[in-house]
């Protein structure tokens, strides 16, 4: 049972446009959102993450936008780079009162940025 | 560097063997969580320690097992190896505990494991 699903493996967009990589997911209790990147042989990185009480978090480049209501998130990056290659995965967690709650991850999406 | 240290970093097998692998987490993280990505596939959660003690588990197999030591490394031992155990085994930590701060993982190198 495939709780956070990224439905697009991978994702190739020209340097300087907009790369739009996106997550759905099914568990109406996760309430916190992560984006992670992962280069060949390193562990994956966090980049960005949003609350359910929000519906946009930026951070430079990255926005991430999350709509509740249609159990969907994504992720923007604007202008894409060619260092941005990479894969990225959507992570999703509960709340859980004084504890630090596990990440269920998406299978990722390999984004391929060209020259 | 995420300040998580996971060694081996390769390792080759036979079937039916048996292996461990060892993750020292970041300074001052109280938990540890195993995660399991096979070729193609996301990371899949195995285990949660938290300050020593199991806090969450998921599709870990019985021939799996970890644990976590007082000085907070954790070690998970995989029994009776088969083929389809081969796969990248990450090791993340967090802070945990009561400021549960961002909900970010800090994510280890990953260790290769390869059963023949």
């Known amino acids: 049972d495939q709780q956070v699903k990224q439905n697009s493996p991978s994702l190739s967009v020209q340097e300087g446009r907009i790369s739009i990589l996106n997550c759905d997911y099914t568990n109406s209790m996760f309430d916190y959102f992560l984006w992670y990147k992962k280069y060949p042989a390193e562990g994956p990185t966090f980049l960005i993450s949003?609350?359910?009480?929000?519906d946009k978090n930026e951070d430079g480049r990255f926005t991430v936008f999350l709509n509740k209501s249609a159990k969907h998130l994504s992720l923007h990056i604007v202008p894409s780079q060619p260092g941005d290659s990479a894969v990225y995965f959507c992570a999703a967690s509960e709340s859980a009162a004084g504890t630090a709650s596990k990440l269920t991850f998406g299978t990722g999406t390999r984004l391929q940025v060209t020259l | 560097d995420s300040g998580v240290t996971q060694t081996p970093k390769h390792l080759i097998t036979a079937t039916g063997q048996r292996v461990t692998l060892r993750c020292s987490p970041r300074s001052g993280d109280l938990s540890v969580y195993w995660y399991q990505q096979s070729l193609d596939q996301g990371l899949q959660f195995l285990i949660q320690y938290y300050n020593g003690e199991e806090r969450a588990k998921g599709n870990i197999l019985e021939r799996f097992s970890a644990q976590q030591f007082p000085d907070l490394h954790s070690e998970l031992n995989l029994s009776s190896l088969e083929l389809g155990d081969s796969a990248l085994y990450f090791c993340?930590?967090?802070?945990?505990?009561?400021?549960?701060?961002?909900?970010?993982?800090?994510f280890g190198e990953g260790s290769r494991l390869t059963v023949l």
């Open positions: 993340a930590s967090s802070v945990g505990g009561r400021a549960r701060g961002t909900g970010e993982l800090f």
């Open positions: 949003i609350s359910s009480i929000k």
